[in-house]
Structure formats: structure tokens, C-alpha cells
């Protein structure tokens, strides 16, 4: 009897137990019912700009819950877009809901050079000559992989920058390579647009201008990253 009168206790304590949990998570739930601004790029998600010419945005559209907010839209970057620039140029827009929540697209604006008809793009491998300076010591950085693809005439993006220092040769994976954008010049001057390493979230802290040669294939720059002087040097 004694064995029952506890085991009745216990399924007691527990059920009550679980009661309780239930209201305190009850309490804890936000039930509320927000709508996000939906919005809408009208016209291409990347729009191509001949140098020199001009730009004009097509705009973007925003819905909230089948209404119209399309004037509650900031704009940001459309004043810094030059068109005798060649480039990548980035159009944010961004719209926020009665509780704070917002919502946001990104167009790119491609400027770019006609004139110039060369496509480096391709498959290549850091040659002889590419290296890591330290200011102590010179790292050699030979056989890691580069991909170069063309964007719009004469910009180009590339997955590593770095000549394959930390995302292959130190093995932490892709996130750790540098990725960015090239740009071509119809002197097959190498420009360098931008840069970033996703799993650090940093860029370089200074870029020199570089070359493509027609004959070799070679691509040449150079930048300090992180402190570190970094001479690259890149065929197929």
C-alpha cells in the first residue's frame, strides 16, 4: 500500500511538473503575425552600362500584405555609381515593417569597356614567383589552383587572390581564399576592383596594379594583405 501511495506521488510531483513547463513556455511564445515588405527588383538584377554612357534604375517595388509601400523604399548606392568608371556597382534597397523587421534586394550595375575583347578567363595555377613576404622570410606559393571568370567585357571575378595561402596551403577551405573582381584595360593593365575574405571578413590593405601578357597568358599583381606583401603570378 505504502509502495502505491508512492508511486501515485510521484506520477503527481511529475504531471504537475510538466503542467508548469507548459505555462512557462506558453509565456515565453510570441505569437505575434508580421508581414515582411516583399519587394520586387523591375528591370535585371545586373544591369551592364557601356563607359561613358548613362545609367537610369529601373527602381524596385515593394508590396506590404497586398499594399503598395513602394515610397517607404530607401535607396542606397545609386549616387555612387560612375559610368566613366568601369566596375561593379551596388544598388541596396531596403524597406522595414510596422515591428522592425526588414527586408532588402541588391542590384549590380556592371560598367564596363567595350573596346576591350579579351577574355582571361580560365582554369589557372600560381606559377614561380609568386610568393608571401613576411618582411622576415619569403613564403613560395606554387601550384594552387585560381579561377578567373568573365563578368561583363573587361571585369572579371576571381576566387583567390591570395595566391591559395590559407584556403589550400594552409587547408581552412575556400571561405579563407580572397575573393573578388578584376578589371582588364585595353593596355592589358590588370586593375584590382575588390577583395574580401569571407571567413575573416577583411579586405587587403593596399593593391598594386598588375598585367596580363597576350603572348605568355601571364597574369601578374601585387598586394598586402594582413600585413604581408603577396606577389602573384598566375597561367594556365
Not at 508512492?6 to 509565456?27: R, Y
Not at 534604375?57 to 566613366?84: F, M, P, R, W, Y
Amino acid at each position: 500500500m505504502k509502495k502505491l501511495y508512492f508511486f501515485a506521488l510521484a506520477a503527481f510531483v511529475a504531471m504537475m511538473g510538466l503542467t508548469a513547463c507548459g505555462d512557462d513556455n506558453d509565456q515565453l511564445t510570441d505569437s505575434r503575425l508580421t508581414h515582411y515588405v516583399v519587394l520586387e527588383l523591375q528591370g535585371n538584377s545586373t544591369e551592364e552600362v557601356i563607359l561613358g554612357s548613362s545609367y537610369t534604375d529601373a527602381g524596385c517595388k515593394g508590396t506590404l500584405d497586398g499594399v503598395d509601400v513602394s515610397s517607404q523604399i530607401k535607396v542606397d548606392g545609386l549616387d555612387e555609381i560612375d559610368v566613366n568608371t568601369p566596375g561593379l556597382y551596388y544598388i541596396t534597397y531596403t524597406a522595414t515593417n510596422a515591428d522592425g523587421f526588414p527586408s532588402s534586394v541588391t542590384r549590380t550595375v556592371a560598367v564596363f569597356d567595350p573596346t576591350v575583347t579579351a577574355d582571361i578567363s580560365g582554369k589557372y595555377l600560381t606559377q614561380e614567383g609568386t610568393y608571401l613576404d613576411t618582411g622576415s622570410r619569403k613564403i613560395a606559393l606554387v601550384g594552387y589552383k585560381v579561377n578567373i571568370k568573365k563578368v561583363v567585357p573587361g571585369v572579371f571575378s576571381i576566387d583567390e587572390m591570395l595566391a591559395g595561402m590559407w584556403s589550400q596551403r594552409a587547408g581552412y577551405g575556400a571561405n579563407y581564399g580572397m575573393h573578388g573582381y578584376l578589371q582588364l584595360t585595353p593596355d592589358n593593365t590588370i586593375h584590382i576592383i575588390s577583395g574580401e575574405v569571407p571567413g575573416w571578413g577583411d579586405t587587403y590593405d593596399e593593391i598594386m596594379d598588375g598585367a596580363w601578357d597576350p603572348e605568355t597568358g601571364e597574369i601578374t599583381y601585387g598586394m598586402v594583405y594582413a600585413g604581408y606583401y603577396f606577389n602573384v603570378v598566375l597561367n594556365k
